[in-house]
């Protein structure tokens, strides 16, 4: 009985070290984890995801994140209700804590943040953070038709029912993670600006600063009607099959040098450059991805019976093909016959002048078969 009790109390114990060590997890329980001291699943890195198979089950588990999303073959579903959001719309009079923990940059969010609708349950903000690349190699989890984007931003929430993140991380409709694509654009981004100008302020591993708070809707791309939604997993140890992933089909866009901002500043264990910091695709393992929009435009291509007008789009094109063909035909036809009939002509003239000049000449056979080929 007593060893029972034990063993419950050491796999509880185990559970919230390793869910405190993820990035999606809240700031709270790492830190308290981090006072500890570091248990030795804090020390996972991007360079070696093998390793994470063994030392957390669930990471090879069959509903994994990131996946690359086929454009091509996810159906568009109706059912998909249209998120909305509240409570986004901070202000300077909040103060949010902005961390480099050694895995990526954590913005900590209110509990007032939340996603009222779109799930069967309202679901709460805990935590945004980011993956990106480095100037050559781009650094999105998730990939559209396999590319990917230079970076990617995850806005992590998690279930009302559940008492806190760390409660909610194992449990099967536990969290809710929205997902954006960052490209980059021309201009500077203002609202990522507030996040990338305290980067500096937190490049050592386990640094924090607080920011004042802005209108977290911003960091989002400007449509969040069009999404794509499947079930997955955190993407980061211990990888809990437990998230309902919506990724945005709309990009955000940050320039160049807010990108390289980005890339370049913050620092992870032994004072190494942070980078590269998104895991490889997972496999779907028959897993449905659905899009709440349609995917593909009706251009009759292969999912969607061309409409009439397209009919006669088609009809009108191979008309104008035809007459194009009968043209070059005629052209041509009219050009063969004009070259011709000038060389015969050529000949002929020549052969008068010749039987003129010289009646001893006798012209070959040939020769007068063709220029009466050309007199008739
Ligand atoms: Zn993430």
Redesign the pocket.
Known sequence: MLLDILLIFHLQVLVIASSSSS??DGSSEREAEHSKGSSHQHHWGYHDQESWLSAFEDCSGKSQSPINIDTHTVPYDPKLALLKLEGYDLTGSTTLKLINNGHTLQLSLPSSMRILRGFDHVYVAAQL?F?WGTKEVPGS?HTIDNVHYPAEI?VVHFNTKYANLAEAASKADGLAVLGGFIGIGLHDNDNYEKILSALTDISIEESDTEIPGFNVRHLLPDSLDRFYRYNGSL?TPPCFQTVSWTVFNDSIRVSRRQLADLEDTLKTEHNKLLSKNFRAQQLLHGRKVLASFHTEPATGKTKSLPTETEDSIIMESSGHILAIVFGALFAVTVLVFSVYTYQQRKKYSKFKKDSKQNVIYKPAVVDMDQTSLTVT
Request: no cysteine; hydrophobic share 0%.
């Open positions: 990035e999606e953070h993956h989890e995850h993407t």
